[in-house]
């Protein structure tokens, strides 16, 4: 190979060249046969020290910690030591750039734009692409609602009801519109001045409790039940409305006092019962499907994580909590050392994997496990969570295997995942050769695994990774999940995209 | 069933040519990560359109669906919005087409299992450092300042780093290949 051009080539591929330099560049690989193979060679040499590079790094996870607690350690100050250690924490694996913008949206350093929270969502049929789940952090946008009930708490303070069908936009945690629907609002004195708008008119509240009936025409019906509100509409003085009064307002904002508004308006009490109602009846659903999974012979291990016990597996640590709903078992993973052992012995040539998950937290520089088998063994699978909020299914090659090894995901999970139930499953098909991932019942990802031969499970992890002493490499990296997990099922088939759908929808929270 | 046939050995081929592909896309893309991301989405397409394969080499297919994935990708980023980006990416994909051929494939292999063990024999710091550059895809100034190492130390080692490893790699003889 040609070596006088290698810093040419290596600062094309460090993207450090210049215009008139990336002319120069492509002239050169037009014009120049020698100068376009030692380019294609020497780009072709990076990629495969890369790979290697990479390999060296999955063997030594350790590194992190081990290599500098002997003599190097030893030779160095205290100070140097400890610049020493946040190196090395660095240089560990993945060698990743910790300023990379795609790291940005995990990190606390992200900005928030979230207004409000999805506190309560009965029998809600959303219309549009903004379908929030329960728990849900909502940032400013429009809400279509076909039909069902949606509670918002707003960063303000201020709780309000939704009753489709619905239009209602978020713009602020102290302001929203509504182009039609019925509303509820309840605002406490810390979020005086909430205000919401309507097509005729804008409502500023001085804290109260009051309902809106608004229709497409931009005629509505306004209620204080208590306190009072401020109406300001165009071209027009500001009406004061009290406590147990009511007002009319037609589509240009001309509004009277009414004593016959006969609207009926949705009530927190009420909200309440139908979402303990409407989860009681979703938990005995899932209570029946749970059992008739008991004679699936497609499933070889589920963990349903009810009534505080487990047959598959060992809880270590970890705390009981309460699942996606009131009576529903869940495990909560808080603690590094915290995990369930379990042994899953045969050979897939399908699998998938599925879980609910209520992920608490996106560590910038840390996978979380999902189920890791134990070291990092070829055929056995590691399912987890990447630093990016990914999702990946992978297994080791053996050394100086090449084939396909399936990608992962980036960005499956964001700030506004965090504390929401989220249903999670990968499938596994050796005769497709593929890897495909979905998150709530929708297909994200697939990806080409052309594996050639089944996976293993063996021992292993749900929630974190154990890599025995007798290793020759010493203990691994932390993989702990954090979050909680309320079912985990692994079948000996790839579910269809259909089937995965069907059971997000009847179970989800 | 002879359509199953006729898919299976595409794809067989196809998937056999990976690596030179990720070189490719890497070298359309310059980061390792996305190369694969490019590689993938390029094979997926291959998986949906094996079909549509008549004639042409399976290797230039493929290089087709990267070269449309890469060029993708760096639109998102808006990585390619100056026309002398445009000519660089255009004719570093061109260079590939001419120097990528499946009989330079072949060797392959056999170069990376060389590689592989003159890279284990190679100080631990030149591996950070080489895995920082090409699979972290860090710059020189940024691996000076994480290596507490002037930047042109940094050039200097990776240099003879390279140098090392092509030696190294001259002098070892093939070794057998593990079942």
Redesign the interface.
């Known amino acids: 190979?040609n070596?006088e051009f290698?810093?040419f080539f290596?600062a094309?591929?460090?993207?450090?060249?210049s215009?008139e330099q990336?002319?120069d560049?492509?002239?050169k690989?037009?014009s120049d046969p020698g100068f376009?193979?030692a380019?294609?060679?020497f780009?072709?040499?990076?990629?495969?020290?890369?790979?290697?590079?990479?390999?060296?790094?999955d063997s030594r996870p350790e590194?992190k910690i081990s290599?500098l607690s002997t003599s190097t350690f030893r030779a160095i100050s205290a100070a140097a030591a400890v610049?020493l250690l946040v190196?090395a924490g660095?240089?560990w694996w993945?060698?990743?750039?910790a300023d990379d913008p795609k790291f940005a949206d995990v990190t606390g350093e992200a900005p928030d734009r979230s207004v409000a929270q999805l506190e309560k969502a009965v029998g809600v049929q959303w219309i549009g692409p903004v379908q929030p789940a329960q728990g849900a952090a909502l940032e400013p946008g429009i809400l279509h609602i076909a039909e069902g009930v949606a509670q918002l708490e707003f960063y303000s303070g201020a709780q309000v009801i939704v009753e489709g069908p619905a239009e209602f936009e978020l713009i602020s945690a102290y302001h929203a519109r509504c182009l039609q629907g019925k509303i509820r609002a309840r605002v406490p004195k810390q979020a005086q001045g909430f205000s919401i708008q309507t097509a005729s008119f804008e409502l500023i509240d001085l804290g109260t409790e009051f309902g809106m009936d608004v229709s497409t025409s931009g005629a509505a019906n306004v209620r204080v039940f208590d306190g009072e509100v401020e109406l300001h509409a165009e071209n027009r003085a500001k009406q004061s409305v009290l406590g147990g009064q009511a007002i009319a307002i037609d589509a240009e904002g001309n509004s009277s006092l009414t004593q016959n508004e006969s609207s009926s308006y949705p009530d927190f009490a009420e909200v309440q019962a139908r979402a303990d109602s409407d989860a009681m009846a979703k938990l005995e659903r899932w209570k029946k499907w749970n059992e008739s999974l008991r004679s699936d012979s497609r499933i070889v291990a589920r963990f349903d994580f009810q009534d505080r016990t487990i047959d598959q597996g060992a809880i270590v640590g970890c705390r009981w909590a309460e699942g996606r709903w009131p009576g529903k078992g869940a495990l909560e993973f808080r603690h590094t050392g915290d995990r369930v052992r379990v042994s899953i012995p045969g050979k897939f040539s399908q699998l998938t994997l599925m879980t609910w998950i209520r992920l608490d937290a996106l560590p910038r520089l840390r996978h979380q496990a999902l189920l890791l088998t134990d070291e990092y063994r070829p055929d056995h699978i590691h399912w987890q969570i990447p630093p990016i909020g990914g999702l990946a299914l992978k297994a080791r090659l053996?050394?100086?295997e090449?084939?396909?090894k399936?990608?992962q995901i980036p960005n499956v999970f964001d700030q506004n995942a965090l504390g929401v139930w989220s249903h999670v499953c990968s499938t596994f098909s050796q005769q497709?050769?593929?890897v495909r991932h979905y998150l709530n019942g929708k297909e994200v990802s697939?990806?080409?695994f052309?594996y050639g031969r089944p996976l293993q499970i063996g021992v292993g992890d749900i929630g974190n990774w154990s890599v025995p002493a007798k290793m020759r490499t010493g203990p691994g990296p932390p993989r702990n999940f954090v979050g909680a997990m309320d079912e985990m099922t692994i079948w000996n088939v790839t579910l269809s995209p259909d089937e995965i759908h069907d059971i997000y929808q009847q179970h989800r929270p | 069933m002879d359509s199953d046939k006729n898919r299976d050995q595409i794809?067989k081929e196809a998937?056999?040519y990976?690596?030179?592909l990720?070189?490719y896309a890497?070298?359309l893309l310059?980061d390792?990560?996305l190369?694969?991301?490019a590689?993938?989405s390029g094979?997926?397409a291959l998986?949906k359109r094996f079909d549509t394969i008549s004639g042409d080499s399976v290797l230039a297919w493929c290089r087709g669906a990267v070269r449309l994935e890469a060029l993708q990708l760096l639109r998102k980023r808006g990585k390619v919005s100056?026309l002398?980006?445009t000519?660089?990416f255009?004719?570093?994909a061109?260079?590939?087409e001419?120097?990528?051929t499946p009989e330079r494939e072949a060797m392959?292999?056999e170069?990376?299992?060389k590689?592989?063990d003159c890279?284990?024999k190679v100080p631990?710091r030149s591996?950070?450092m080489?895995?920082?550059?090409?699979?972290?895809?860090?710059?020189?100034r940024?691996l000076a300042l994480?290596?507490?190492m002037s930047e042109a130390a940094v050039?200097k080692g990776?240099?003879r780093t390279?140098?090392l490893?092509?030696e190294c790699m001259e002098r070892t003889p093939i070794a057998p290949?593990?079942t």
Do not use: C
């Not at chain 1, 993945?94 to 750039?97: D, E, G, I, T, V």
């Open positions: 190979m070596h290698d810093q290596d094309y591929l460090a993207g450090e060249l215009a990336s002319v560049f492509a002239e690989l037009d376009r193979a380019f294609v060679g780009v072709e040499e990076s990629h495969e020290l890369a790979s290697v590079a990479g390999e060296v790094a590194k290599s610049f190196v660095w240089l993945p060698w990743q750039n053996k050394r100086g090449s084939i396909v399936p990608g497709e050769g593929m697939e990806h080409v052309d | 794809l998937f056999g990976h690596k030179a990720v070189a890497y070298g310059r390792y990560a190369a694969e991301d590689v993938q094979y997926v998986t100056s002398e980006e000519v660089l255009d004719a570093v061109d260079a590939f001419i120097e990528q392959r292999l170069r990376l299992e590689l592989r890279f284990a631990t591996q950070k080489i895995g920082g550059r090409y699979l972290g895809g860090l710059g020189l940024e994480r290596l507490n050039r990776i240099y390279r140098l490893l092509r290949r593990s």
